[in-house]
């Protein structure tokens, strides 16, 4: 497989190289789409991706054509390893 291929492309053949990585689930806007007033079950810690595997998913992707990610889910934020993330990240931002 030629490693500078763009792996995201659609059904159209349009490359996308933009990758959006959600952090966290908790958030405290309440928007109505995504955490209605009842609620939602969350997620176990223990689900959520480690600074490694987010590491190695971003690393990934850039080297496939991603030029764009962008770090988002509630408050990504909070989420206590985020200096570790981002110092992880940065030469792909």
């Given at each position: 497989m030629d490693n500078?291929?763009?792996i995201l492309q659609d059904n159209f053949g349009r490359d996308h190289a933009y990758l959006r990585i959600s952090l966290i689930e908790r958030?405290?806007?309440r928007c109505s789409y995504c955490m209605p007033e009842?609620?939602?079950?969350l997620s176990p810690k223990s689900h959520l991706m480690t600074y490694e595997e987010i590491?190695?998913?971003a690393k990934t992707f850039v080297k496939h054509g991603v030029?764009?990610?962008?770090?988002?889910?509630g408050e990504p934020l909070i989420r206590k390893d985020?200096?570790?993330i981002l110092?992880?990240?940065v030469p792909f931002l």
């Open positions: 500078n291929k763009n958030c405290n806007l009842e609620g939602v079950q590491y190695d998913i030029t764009k990610i962008r770090l988002t889910g985020i200096p570790i110092e992880k990240l």
